[in-house]
């Protein structure tokens, strides 16, 4: 059997310890002893160091001498392939190793989405990442590589824990409130029954594009069901057109601009997830706006949706953006074909968005000799370095990762998908859909939001002392994203996790 690994061998070091040995004939390890050498190594790790990422696996001697001092730690010991970590595991440690709970043993091919998955800086805090300097000479490609991955995955990381360190008590406060709306309301049994998927599905973003899209949109109104994304609503209805659908998961305060210019919303069926912003949600309902509510991967609301079966829908958001939440409303709505207008992800001639968003009366109505609103909106274009594309058009990491989300949700569900002239023609695999509405599967909502309260704090205890991530439950998981947005407190941010998670615990039970 042909050996693809980086070693060949494993051999038995002087002192009894088996440790492999390299196609080229060296050793990561001492070959006299590796324990005193691996102990030298790890002088500088404390029981602080809550996440660790080690560059080189070698024989395991490494890894054991770290969890000697901190067995509490998560560890990730990255290889240069998934064939490396196979032929390390015919040494015994090794292999103990990889079993352990808490250690992950990959090749550098699968360290991106492991680093992300388990990385929790809430309550690891700072990484530690050690490099075998030996593994790296010998390997010096291999080790640039790994350093690479983990740079960008951290990239991803923090610009999801700085998301969460923004809305964390914002979503948390719109996931409540809107579990309590939630019974006040009636499943629009009448529109979802309306809906006619032998149309075309036509998602509406509110990127420049649009404009030069409207005139379309008008003509081929009868053959369309119109999903509008919030941000686009204000130019369909100044434009004289009622969307048949709008998602909304905006948490912001802001996102109410979106209908305030409109006074009668009955005709059109609103679709908030439960994170979105509730007074939003409150004025849609007083202008006879028909409304569902959607859930999406946040850990409470996810949660909450399987406490409360069939009361609400998941809708997919990707990497955050209600295009994708709209596009998947169509699939779920049995759409076979299905249109994106407006979802340019990009700066075009100069504009971040169409014609009559809501910026634009927020933007002229602060419009000053010194502060125009041209100057407002360059600010929001350029609050971030831009990528240009030709001489019309820019763009950003955050609209390119948008984009790439897009069209990995498309992959994922086998939907073909073409791009011209700035909008997206979709054909949906068949047998996602087979033309079925999942909306009828709805219920309107029963919930007992007081005995969902008691049942989530049940397990609540104030002297309860978390030492490892394994010991978190379910319902701890669902209050990480709050305690990010804790963690900045200045009044608190030094606080232990156990602390975090016992004032997370508390501000739910103001609703006992």
Not at 262 to 281: E, G, P, W
């Amino acid at each position: 059997m042909q050996n693809n690994s980086i070693y060949k061998s494993i051999e038995t070091a002087k002192n009894g310890t088996l440790i492999p040995v390299l196609q080229n004939g060296r050793t990561i390890e001492s070959r006299y002893n590796p324990q005193n050498e691996a102990q030298r190594f790890i002088e500088n790790i404390s029981e602080n160091d809550k996440f660790i990422i080690l560059i080189g696996v070698a024989g395991g001697t490494v890894l054991e001498a770290i969890l000697n001092i901190n067995p509490d730690a998560f560890i990730i010991g990255v290889e240069n392939s998934q064939s490396d970590i196979d032929f390390l595991k015919g040494i015994e440690l090794v292999k103990k190793l990889s079993e352990k709970q808490g250690l992950i043993l990959t090749g550098k091919e699968n360290l991106s989405s492991l680093f992300i998955q388990n990385y929790f800086p809430v309550f690891h805090g700072n990484i530690k990442i050690l490099e075998q300097k030996s593994w790296c000479n010998e390997n010096p490609e291999a080790a640039v590589g790994i350093r690479g991955i983990i740079q960008d995955s951290l990239k991803i990381i923090f610009q999801d824990y700085s998301v969460q360190s923004h809305f964390g008590k914002i979503w948390q406060d719109n996931i409540i409130k809107n579990l309590i709306q939630s019974r006040e309301l009636k499943i629009p049994e009448d529109k979802i029954k309306k809906i006619d998927n032998s149309k075309t599905a036509l998602v509406v973003a509110a990127g420049p594009s649009l404009d030069k899209k409207i005139k379309d949109i008008q003509n081929e109104r009868s053959s369309l069901f119109i999903i509008s994304t919030d941000t686009a609503y204000s130019i369909l209805y100044k434009n004289d057109i009622i969307p048949d659908a709008v998602i909304s998961i905006d948490g912001q305060a802001v996102s109410r601009s979106h209908f305030m210019a409109h006074k009668d919303l009955s005709s059109t069926l609103f679709i908030f997830d439960l994170t979105s912003n509730n007074s939003a949600v409150n004025y849609v309902k007083e202008k006879n706006g028909s409304i569902i509510f959607s859930y999406n991967n946040h850990p409470f609301s996810n949660y909450a949706a399987k406490y409360f079966k069939d009361n609400f829908i998941y809708l997919y958001t990707g990497s955050g953006t209600v295009t994708i939440a709209a596009l998947d409303f169509a699939r779920i709505a049995g759409f076979n074909k299905i249109k994106i207008y407006g979802a340019d992800f990009s700066y075009l001639e100069g504009k971040p968005y169409a014609k009559s968003t809501y910026l634009d009366s927020i933007y002229s109505g602060n419009a000053s000799r010194l502060l125009s609103t041209e100057k407002q909106f360059s600010h929001l274009m350029f609050r971030t370095p831009l990528i240009k594309i030709n001489d019309s058009r820019f763009t950003t990491d955050v609209l390119v990762s948008y984009k790439n989300s897009l069209e990995d949700y498309l992959k994922s569900t086998g939907s073909q998908y073409s791009t011209k002239d700035d909008y997206y023609e979709i054909l949906v695999k068949k047998n996602e859909s087979e033309s079925t509405n999942l909306l009828s599967k709805i219920k309107t909502s029963t919930l007992d939001f007081k005995s969902f309260i008691l049942d989530f704090t049940k397990n609540y205890d104030e002297h309860r002392v978390v030492k490892s991530m394994k010991e978190l439950n379910q319902c701890d998981i669902c209050l990480l994203p709050l305690m990010s947005q804790l963690k900045m407190n200045e009044n608190i941010n030094n606080e232990s996790f156990s602390s975090l998670l016992n004032i997370a615990y508390k501000t739910l039970l103001r609703y006992n």
